[in-house]
């Protein structure tokens, strides 16, 4: 730091560099961090649409065969074929499969953000320029979950 006349601290060059390795330090992290939840979801929405679509699929089957079968069967069939409906509409109403392509996209751009961290670290000297390509991917990253396809460069939230 350079003490000038006036009693204002400015910063010297080492100290601009070492700030900004620190920012980027910690957009690498942050972004592993939510690369790493974001992955963790898409597994969980991948699981849960599984688990609501899969016993929908059997009981309406089955629904359709015993109510065909037979006339005894057929209170058991409209059973089979509410508890299908059941299953059906809490899958539709939670959007798995929806989340689940969501955080996939996340899970890309939270590790490209990560990938560019990394290789802006790796160089000798750092810039601001890298932080401002680095908070570019971050905010593409962050419009991954809203199901937009953004990329780094372009306007997000516009509308």
């Not at 996340?106 to 680095?134: C, G, K, Q, T």
Request: glycine letters at 8%.
């Amino acid at each position: 730091m350079v003490n000038s006349t006036d009693g204002i601290t400015r910063l010297g060059p080492d100290d601009l560099a070492q700030r900004l390795r620190a920012e980027i330090v910690r957009m690498r992290d942050e972004a592993t961090q939510q690369r790493k939840l974001a992955h963790r979801r898409a597994e969980f929405w991948a699981r849960t649409d599984i688990a609501l679509g899969l016993p929908a699929a059997l009981l309406a089957g089955t629904a359709g065969a015993a109510g065909l079968a037979s006339a005894d069967v057929r209170v058991a069939a409209a059973l089979s074929a509410l508890a299908s409906a059941g299953f059906a509409a809490g899958a539709a109403f939670l959007r798995g499969d929806t989340r689940r392509r969501a955080n996939k996209r996340a899970r890309h751009a939270w590790a490209s953000v990560e990938a560019r961290a990394m290789v802006a670290l790796a160089r000798e000297h750092v810039s601001h320029e890298n932080l401002d390509e680095l908070l570019e991917c971050r905010q593409a990253a962050l419009a991954a979950y809203d199901g937009e396809d953004a990329q780094p460069g372009t306007a997000t939230g516009a509308g």
